[in-house]
């Protein structure tokens, strides 16, 4: 993106949801590199709550007309 102004977001789930990291823009991507990398597939696969926290999170954060909301959703397994 040449304005720099995404940002990004992380929610992990297994059993339950968790908020890894709130919105951060793209130069932070390390960080969440790094969060990424330390994830371990453990537990159920609950998407509702996966999805459910990551509609707290955009709801939470603040946007302008130039940036838009997307999320990618990925998963290991079967919903629980």
Same mark, same amino acid.
């Given at each position: 993106?040449?304005?720099?102004?995404?940002?990004?977001?992380?929610?992990?789930?297994?059993?339950?949801?968790?908020?890894?990291?709130?919105?951060?823009?793209?130069?932070?991507?390390?960080?969440?590199?790094?969060?990424?990398?330390?994830?371990?597939?453990? &537990? &159920?696969?609950?998407?509702?709550?996966?999805?459910?926290?990551?509609?707290?999170?955009?709801?939470?954060?603040?946007?302008?007309?130039?940036?838009?909301?997307?999320?990618?959703?990925?998963?290991?397994?079967?919903?629980?």
């Amino acid at each position: 993106n040449p304005t720099g102004l995404n940002k990004l977001a992380l929610v992990s789930f297994s059993t339950t949801a968790t908020t890894d990291s709130g919105f951060v823009f793209q130069n932070g991507q390390n960080t969440l590199s790094n969060i990424i990398d330390d994830y371990v597939a453990v &537990g &159920g696969t609950n998407t509702e709550a996966a999805i459910n926290r990551t509609r707290t999170v955009l709801n939470n954060a603040s946007f302008n007309c130039v940036t838009s909301r997307n999320v990618i959703f990925l998963t290991d397994g079967l919903p629980t």
